[in-house]
């Protein structure tokens, strides 16, 4: 069964997750190297991400001002 665009626990692969979240998926590999608060989950070799962690990382990062912005940069 496909997972519809509104399935908030859908698993995206990593070009989906990063389109989703307009970043290439060089910095979802960094970021998983060093260790972001992106939670993932690995099935073997596959790597996944729920909708809706990407929401919630997305939530977490929202700022109304560049010096909010500066305190919930991604490690």
């Given at each position: ?21 307009g ?53």
């Open positions: 069964m496909q997972a519809t665009s509104n399935d908030l626990d859908a698993a995206l692969n990593e070009n989906q997750a990063a389109e989703f979240l970043i290439s998926v060089r910095t979802l590999q960094a970021w998983r190297v060093r260790g972001s608060e992106l939670p993932y989950v690995k099935i073997g070799r596959a790597v996944r991400y729920r909708r809706r962690a990407l929401i919630e990382f997305q939530n977490a990062h929202t700022v109304t001002s560049t010096s909010e912005a500066d305190t919930k940069w991604v490690r």
